[in-house]
């Protein structure tokens, strides 16, 4: 008798905790369902219709695959979504290569040196982006910016930076390396720190050189590090928008639009079609998704197994 | 057991969502059970930034009408059509707008306003121009807004520079000003030449903000039309002239372009003296772009034949279909008072820098000669295109048509891609 109460009496247990753990779950989830995945299903809905501000009122119907298709026939899409590419493809690596290096630089230094530079580099991520962007635009500014003043001082001519259709991509990717090293910089620092001191302490009493204790030692350590900062910064390249709105507004001539601006234009800004915007939407969460797996799969889960 | 969980708590949620919208349906309900009807009121600071003027408007209404409460919220241009398109789209629109035709004749035309078609017929024996009618009119014929002013837009030019390149003789400054292409030209070259600013004028094309502006200086160049014959969006031949001959004038420097500028930018560099010229002058602008430093002249755009066609602004008010009789009928009262109370209504034109579209109010401007010119100009008044459908989706497609030509794509290449676009 004793021994069939005894699993009754943990299941029931068992169901309490249970209970207890959703129920403090439930706020997070209220906001998680009502804030995030409704709006993505509502989202993913409304791509396959023609819904729009000027059909809002009327209703929408459904087009199937009709937004997708008219995506890849738009110009100005397919030239935003290079762009978009063009941004994570030089980003990605070098703020990752960049934040490790700095990380490298500074893990080993006196606390308060340490924390001199991690505020610097941390600055631009809290300042607002807004002001950031201010402040670069004036300093890139043709006529009176910063940088044409130093170099008129020097004899130079001023340059057209986000006025040219070659330069201004690279203002864009500039601004956006200086707001994501921080917190890649303050993790490789935190990482970097809890390496086993006694490995390395090892690899060094056996004759390993300093490059051979970082890649054989170090690197694996903080492999789960660097697939985070991997994957979060490509999320954030592939969703760079406000820089350019404030900045560029997308041009010269498109040469700054990325699928998040293209996506806001069209659903805010000119024809106001929901329908097709969402369309670019689920696109962009797709190639997201699938960056991030290979991003797993390349660096084995952020293991070194 | 954790799946059993999962499902109910879905359900929960599904209810709690399901909860959350349904308690927005009984608010459409303006009248409040003391028998007030609360009304909201978003306002572009038409009536000056920060001037307090829209609240004072509310209290002096209020204070007459004591079963309206007016709620006041100023939104600025730079977010302020993202706002309002994210709350008419989630039924969370205000009852009353003042802004221009443009949104709101496209808001009209999605459905989403009231009709104040009697309030016009009772303002058509006292309109100053018959054509600020058709600014008001929707697709279906119906008139959305209720026009309380208007005025043109132009040029600006910084005297003091023109003086100093000896470019001042190529500006009428007798009579109403009209001016030519040529003369236009030969002033951009006398002021490059002369090197007295950085640029003599910067042709913006970074953004749709103020791009009436450009548009009026390409089409009055050669007199062409954004608007063609058959009523399409069209840069034709002599839209296609002057594209060429502002090329040619970037190509010399007697002109730049502002890749990443909107209008707000290059009257900030008229403002600090950095070019000589704005393409974006009104009477609004030159308040908030004042400088002491130097005198600003008020110019029309230069045209080929010297007769000018301006671009102009109306200001107004529509009231949004919220579904409450009790609210339509109080927005309806409020905008009648603000537009034409005997007291507050000649006021409020005040306040927005621009002439009156009630003839009854006559010269509000009695002794101010820079008003008196403008009020001059509105004979000037090209065909109003900003309510024609695709208005919006043309935009984009002509700062980048300009962005375009400046980079070197032939002029009649970047006009076909426009044209074609804009008529998609």
Redesign the interface.
Known sequence: MATSKAPARSQILQ?RE??VS?LF??PA??FF??FVL?PMFMGLVTSFTDSS??????GSKFVFLDNYIRLFKDPIFRKSAWNTLVIVVVSVPAVTAFSLWVGSAIYKMKSGVRSFFRCVFYLPVVTGSVAVVVVWKWMFDK??GLFNYVIRAFGGEGL?W????TM?LWCIILILFTTSIGQPIVLYVSALGNVDSSLVEAAQVDGATDLQVFWKIKWPSIMPTTLYVAVITTINSFQCFALIQL???G????STSTIMYYLY?I??????E?GYADAMGVILALVIALFSALQFKVMNGGTTE | MKRFFALALALCMTFALAACGSTSTPASSGESTDGVTEITWWAFPTFGVDSGYEQELADAFMAQHNDIKVNVEIIDFTSGADALTSAITAGTAPDILFDAPGRIIEYGNAGNLVALDDMIEELKSDLASESLLETCMGADGSYYMYPISSSPFYMGLNKEMLEEADALQYVNLEGDRIWTTENFVKMCEALRDAGVCQTPGIVYCGGQGGDQGTRALVNNLYSSSIVGEDGSWTVDANGVKALELLKTMYDSKALDAGFSMAAADELQQFQQETCAMTFCWGTSNANSYASEDYTQISVPFPSDDGVPELEYLVNGFCVFDNGDDAKTAASKEFIKFICDDAEWGPKSVVQTGAFPVRASYGNLYEGNEEMSLLASWTQYYGPYYNTKEGFAAMRPLWFNMLQQVFNGTPAQEAADAFNTGANA
Do not use: D, H, I, M
């Open positions: 169901r249970t209970l959703y779950l439930l989830l209220f369902v009502g409704t501000f000027a059909n809002a009122a009327t006529y009176n057209p986000t006025e040219s259709q201004a900045l560029t507004s041009g010269p001539n498109y234009e659903a805010f800004r000119t024809t106001k929901f």
